[in-house]
């Protein structure tokens, strides 16, 4: 016997704004990032930069290659991203001495203080803030959820 979905997990027939995860979380992305620019202030990096600029704090250096899978977009759009970040002085590139085809890319000092002491402190503001708003326990249930959903999806390609 086929087992049968209850109703809170079968398929949807139709598009619900109020039941579409996507959806919030589409809503939710727009929210942080105009929050990211008023606590940060009208600044150079754009967010999707500074994701760029976490993503080689935690690990560097990366390939361009690496970072365009990491962050799940195009070579060009990273390639572009960074040549802007370069311009600031924010990251170098350099070849790589094992594979003289692959350019390597990390922080300068002056993209680690950035990251450091202006985006990651306004980041810690804003989870404060949440937290404020909707309590730490669910603060912390929110954010396990997103993290198991990345994850999965991650590992997944998507759905």
Do not use: C
Not at 35 to 44: L, N
Not at 69 to 77: C, D, F, I, P, Y
């Amino acid at each position: 016997m086929a087992h049968q979905p209850s109703d809170s997990l079968a398929p949807q027939s139709e598009f619900s704004r109020e039941a579409s995860f996507g959806y919030a979380l589409v809503l939710l992305s727009r929210l942080v990032s105009a929050d990211y620019y008023r606590r940060v202030g009208r600044h150079e990096v754009k967010f999707n930069q500074f994701f760029l600029m976490f993503e080689l704090w935690v690990r560097q250096p990366q390939s361009q290659i690496e970072l365009a899978g990491r962050l799940n977009v195009g070579k060009a759009a990273v390639g572009e991203s960074l040549s802007n970040l370069e311009n600031l002085g924010y990251v170098r590139r350099r070849a790589s001495e094992v594979d003289r085809r692959s350019t390597l890319v990390s922080l300068t000092e002056q993209g680690r203080v950035f990251v450091e002491h202006q985006a990651l402190q306004k980041s810690v503001e804003q989870n404060d803030y949440i937290r404020s708003i909707i309590g730490a326990e669910r603060f912390n249930i929110a954010l396990e959820v997103m993290q198991q959903v990345s994850l999965a999806m991650e590992m997944n390609k998507g759905v």
